[in-house]
């Protein structure tokens, strides 16, 4: 039996009535690490004082020691933040952005992201310039030309996605920090999907700012995400929130970690199980995490052809962009725009009420276009895809 169709969902409590094929929006929590934050949460409520203000900054060290070694970071580099939307603000709140610059986002970008990306330029009398990377598309090289196209002298910063949301792709990274520093550009990565979805090495990606989500691929509880940010840049990057830390006396620490790892007082629970959340992943899988980032790879790219076949349709991208995530277009739907983040494409309703698949279909990238976005994660086999392609095209 391929390691496809081992069914890992005992480790979770979803629901077994549904076909549960978007990990990518939320995440999902393991018994195990749930468990551990419930024993965390009792230690914290016994003596609060205690918790907070005498163990914490110890507990934070701990668990951001052991998610540096996981996402290939020094740990002193490295803030702990709720969620990649902060990371996003935090870093584009700090910079000060004149008239007349330019922030280079993709239309691969994340909306809610482009909109902190937009309010900071319209504040500054800045612009937001947008590079039009292709989907489908054939080469990472194409990426790498949309991105360079829009870079002028006035560009200040590139925000950009490692994995792209609605149309799931591996961007080269590595090589767009490389070439837009080659131009004097620095850029903000934002990695919501990458730690816990593939090998991720931080400080190899060279980017002055990257930001990722714990509670997606690495299955933390939600509220878990990282900053890092490179050691010359610390002193000017600042919480969206002013604490304690901003004029704290406490030595043999940066400002920088001083003021991230206190932004008010908050359940700190889900960052402390990230060590734990490593760790069973690790021991749960033979071959640890290595296996479990090829068998995300493998079952995304056979779930892709899977739908790509009953669509009648070629791969929209080659096989070195897929993590965890593929999208395939569909037939154009006859909604119009979406009312709010959480609309939901007609199509996307009738799989989740009649066939109990929930499955994310985005409207891409406008309407009428619309992309289908399918998620591996061990909890998945490959059934639920074949049941998926079963029912299309969808209406
Ligand atoms: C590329 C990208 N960036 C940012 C986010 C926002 O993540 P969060 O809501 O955890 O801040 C997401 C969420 O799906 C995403 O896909």
């Known amino acids: 039996m391929s390691n496809l169709d081992i069914d890992w969902s005992a480790a979770w409590d979803l629901d077994p009535d549904v076909r549960f094929l978007n990990h990518g929006s939320f995440g999902a929590c393991p018994r195990v690490v749930m468990e551990e934050q419930v024993r965390l949460r009792a230690e914290l409520e016994r003596e609060p004082v205690l918790f907070m203000a005498r163990r914490l900054e110890g507990y934070l060290d701990e668990a951001r020691e052991a998610l540096a070694n996981f996402v290939g970071a020094d740990s002193s580099d490295l803030v702990f933040v709720p969620n990649a939307s902060t990371g996003v603000n935090a870093v584009l709140r700090s910079l000060a952005f004149e008239a007349g610059d330019e922030l280079l986002v993709t239309n691969h970008g994340y909306n809610a992201c482009s909109n902190a990306a937009r309010f900071v330029c319209e504040r500054a009398g ?82 002055a700012y990257y930001t990722g989500n714990c509670h997606k691929w690495l299955c933390t509880p939600k509220g878990s995400a990282l900053l890092h940010v490179r050691k010359d840049l610390q002193e000017s990057v600042r919480p969206t929130v002013i604490s304690h830390g901003a004029n704290s006396p406490r030595a043999g620490r940066s400002r920088f970690q001083v003021e991230f790892d206190w932004v008010g007082t908050d359940d700190p629970t889900a960052f402390l199980v990230i060590p734990t959340a490593i760790e069973f992943f690790n021991s749960l899988v033979d071959g640890g995490w290595p296996t479990i980032w090829d068998r995300h790879k493998c079952q995304a790219l056979a779930a892709r052809e899977l739908l790509c076949d009953a669509l009648d349709v070629p791969a929209p991208s080659p096989p070195e962009m897929i993590g965890a995530l593929a999208s395939v277009p569909l037939p154009p739907g006859d909604q119009g725009a979406p009312s709010g983040a959480w609309d939901v494409d007609p199509s996307q309703r009738v799989l989740f009420e009649m066939h109990a698949i929930e499955v994310p279909i985005m409207s891409w990238p406008a309407p009428p276009g619309r992309l289908l976005r399918v998620s591996a994660q061990l909890y998945n086999t490959m059934q639920p895809y ?6 299309l095209p969808l209406e």
């Open 126 to 207: 800045a612009a937001v310039t947008v590079a039009d990377i292709p989907f489908p598309l054939q080469s990472e090289q194409q990426v790498l030309d949309a991105v360079l196209a829009k870079v002028t002298p006035r560009t200040r910063l590139l925000l950009i996605d490692h994995i792209t949301s609605p149309t799931g792709l591996v961007l080269p990274i590595a090589r767009i920090v490389r070439e837009l520093r080659e131009r004097g550009v620095e850029t903000l990565v934002d990695g919501a999907h990458a730690p816990g979805m593939l090998e991720l090495n931080i400080e190899a990606i060279g980017a």
């Open 386 to 391: 074949r049941d998926l392609a079963q029912l």
